[in-house]
Structures are given as structure tokens and as C-alpha cells.
């Protein structure tokens, strides 16, 4: 089964979870999302080659052309 597209709100704090240091697994709980979803979602993020903080930065309809 394909990986669920999640609310750019929950990229938005699933990138905020991961500039604290939080694992794929924490996050997933934290979001209620499953953690193959987050998993997805952090090696598209991953293969930007952009940093975190950089990526907050971006607009919405930004982070949503990254998917």
C-alpha cells in the first residue's frame, strides 16, 4: 500500500521534530501518523539536499512541490 499524504501543517511539525533530534519513531507517535509515512516523507525531504531549518522557510505551496 502506498505511503499516506499527510497535511502540510504535519510536515511542517515533523520538520520541527527532526531539527530537535527526534527519531522517525518519536515522530510518528507524536503526529499520529505511521511510521512508514514519516519514514517517506523524511527521505523526500532528505533528498532535497536542503537543509531543515531552510525547508520551514519555504512556503506551503513550496514544501508541497517537494512531494
Known amino acids: ?36 509515512t514519516v519514514n517517506y516523507y523524511v527521505r523526500q525531504l532528505k533528498a532535497t539536499g536542503t537543509s531543515y531549518p531552510d525547508l520551514l522557510r519555504l512556503s506551503d505551496a513550496q514544501l508541497s512541490e517537494l512531494f
Request: net charge positive; with cysteine; glycine share 2%.
Open 1 to 36: 500500500m502506498a505511503a499516506k499524504k499527510i497535511d502540510i501543517m504535519d510536515v511542517r511539525q515533523l520538520i520541527q521534530l527532526k531539527i530537535k533530534g527526534e527519531s522517525n519513531r518519536s515522530c510518528s507517535s507524536s503526529l499520529a501518523i505511521h511510521r512508514n
